[in-house]
């Protein structure tokens, strides 16, 4: 006799075979099962804090002329993803320093909703002022 006694990692084995033939046959989405990533994160400019340059105590060589067009952006603009938030021309101005910081989870048909409005078109950053997407972020 070489069957080997029930043990927990057979059981979970079995289990985790069951569920996935389970899912594939019901058509159950994969990540139903597990729970993961019903969320997405947007990214936003952090001009402020530390690790940051575009604070209030700048060094005296370093002239951030627009730092109110940092604080303006910080607060209205929203990214798809960390690259687009740090890519020259989604800053505020020329030679901005602003940091770059993960924002505010959103659903997964939110985060559709925001940066792809149509399926020929992709964005990579908004602008809450825009009554599209502030009324998305209201629902």
């Not at 602003?98 to 940066?115: I, P």
Request: hydrophobic content about 30%; charged content about 30%.
């Amino acid at each position: 006799m070489t069957d080997s006694p029930s043990t927990r990692r057979n059981f979970l084995t079995r289990a985790g075979v069951a569920a996935g033939t389970f899912a594939a046959a019901f058509g159950v989405p994969t990540g139903a099962l597990g729970g993961t990533r019903h969320h997405k994160h947007v990214y936003k400019l952090e001009p402020s804090g530390p690790g940051y340059d575009c604070s209030a105590s700048q060094q005296s060589n370093h002239n951030c002329e627009a730092c109110n067009a940092c604080q303006s952006h910080a607060k209205n603009k929203l990214f798809a993803n960390k690259d687009a938030a740090e890519k020259e021309r989604h800053r505020a101005h020329p030679g901005c320093r602003c940091g770059v910081k993960r924002g505010r989870k959103v659903s997964r048909e939110e985060w559709r909703d925001l940066f792809r409005p149509h399926e020929d078109k992709k964005l990579v950053v908004v602008d809450k002022r825009d009554p599209r997407v502030h009324r998305i972020l209201q629902s």
